[in-house]
């Protein structure tokens, strides 16, 4: 189970499913070619499998921080049927793995979904007696606000199923929080806009004595997009939003020392991004 300390906080990765996806054109990320990625040779061979398929990575972060233990998405979860899944339902040890990275469900103090997508939201609910309840019981559940209208305002069937199964019980428990895009949860954690893949998508900043890390969230899918930040999947809902976003960004975090983790990045997942000529790479 990978782990960075950061300061005071220690940050752990908790995996659901890590799959690589082939190309083809219809693929959510069109511009990423098998010929296109031999031109970042630093891809290979945590990133890209060697017949050029982007590997992808659905995991949770756990911030252990001074007074917080936090969950940042939730994932999938157990017993959802999915489209992304081919309506198949996941029966994972998600929880155990949880408990055994060293915060239990029952101790959790905060749960942030970056977005309200099927993957970043499963796990804040579990079936129990055949009703939806929420995993982290003893929890409260950040939304961005901005996020939440907008997910309220989206009509398709699946949609309505996610509210349904994965966000509403949350809310009739009580235990939502709709807040700003920069609300701040701890001296040491924050979140920060970082709109485009939605209206309301947020990352979350980590800082503590002098250093930093930001989980992406969706900001950006693969390592790929730091070396092409234009390059939008077919999941940004506003692509070109989300290119200007990533751009900055990429900028923004080039030749600094802030740990960058993506939260759909394979393993190792964190490292540095770095000048490359004109361009930027992704140093782990």
């Not at 690589?20 to 010929?35: D, M, N, T, W």
């Given at each position: 189970m990978l782990s960075w300390q950061v300061g005071d906080v220690k940050i752990t990765r908790v995996v659901e499913l890590e799959v690589?996806?082939?190309?083809?054109?219809?693929?959510?990320?069109?511009?990423?070619?098998?010929?296109a990625l031999k031109s970042m040779p630093w891809l290979s061979p945590h990133f890209v499998t060697p017949e050029g398929a982007l590997i992808l990575s659905i995991h949770a972060l756990l911030v252990d921080a001074p007074g917080l233990k936090l969950v940042v998405d939730t994932c999938v979860g157990n017993d959802k049927h999915r489209a992304m899944l081919r309506g198949q339902a996941l029966h994972t040890d998600f929880l155990k793995h949880i408990a055994e990275a060293g915060i239990p469900r029952e101790e959790v103090d905060a749960v942030v979904c970056t977005h309200l997508h099927v993957d970043h939201v499963g796990w804040n609910t579990m079936l129990e007696g055949g009703k939806w309840v929420p995993t982290f019981p003893n929890a409260k559940y950040i939304i961005g606000k901005r996020e939440y209208e907008h997910r309220l305002s989206e009509s398709d069937a699946e949609a309505a199923q996610i509210m349904d199964d994965s966000i509403k019980p949350i809310f009739d428990a009580g235990l939502a929080q709709t807040v700003e895009m920069d609300h701040r949860i701890s001296p040491e954690v924050r979140l920060m806009p970082t709109t485009g893949h939605t209206p309301g998508h947020v990352s979350v900043v980590i800082e503590s004595k002098g250093e930093s890390a930001i989980i992406t969230g969706d900001m950006m899918h693969h390592p790929c997009q730091i070396g092409h930040p234009d390059w939008s999947s077919e999941f940004d809902g506003d692509k070109t939003a989300a290119a200007v976003t990533r751009n900055a960004m990429v900028k923004d975090w080039a030749d600094s020392p802030s740990l960058i983790i993506g939260t759909h990045f394979a393993a190792p997942t964190a490292g540095y991004i770095k000048r490359d000529g004109a361009s930027y790479r992704f140093e782990v």
């Open positions: 690589p996806i082939p190309y083809s054109e219809s693929s959510f990320l069109k511009q990423a070619s098998p010929e």
